[in-house]
């Protein structure tokens, strides 16, 4: 069964770092785009950044440019999201997806598998 497996959430106080971790099950994600998304109590799921499935090509949304980074190792079949500069509004669970699209892609109904989701809570 195809997986997506986040980790690498937690409690940070603001202004810190954490680093999210998207592992895949299956090798042929390595062709796949993917995305980092995220869901705050009572909002909407949004979308955060997305790469494309050489890295090539990265996007980002206005919230989180300049404070987040994607990236990925294809041998490791393992996107990231580097989350620096954080804030009491980043609290959210996040989530991981991969789209069959070889490009980066916004829109969370061009991906086609989801993660789980990791809690990331952050204090002021």
């Known amino acids: 069964q195809v997986q997506l497996v986040e980790s690498g959430g937690g409690l940070v106080q603001a202004g810190g770092s954490l680093r999210l971790s998207c592992a895949a099950s299956?090798?042929?994600?390595?062709?796949?785009?993917r995305g980092w998304f995220r869901q705050a109590p009572g909002k909407e799921r949004e979308f955060l950044a997305a790469?494309?499935?050489?890295?090539?090509?990265?996007d980002y949304a206005d919230s989180v440019k300049g404070r987040f980074t994607i990236s990925r190792d294809n041998a490791k079949n393992t996107v990231y999201l580097e989350m620096n500069s954080l804030k009491p509004e980043d609290t959210a669970v996040y989530y991981c997806?991969?789209?069959?699209?070889?490009?980066?892609?916004?829109?969370?109904?061009?991906?086609?598998?989801w993660g789980q989701g990791t809690q990331v809570t952050v204090s002021s």
């Open positions: 997806a991969a789209t069959a699209s070889l490009s980066v892609i916004r829109g969370q109904n061009e991906y086609n598998y």
């Open positions: 299956e090798r042929i994600f390595s062709k796949y785009a």
């Open positions: 790469i494309s499935w050489s890295g090539g090509s990265t």
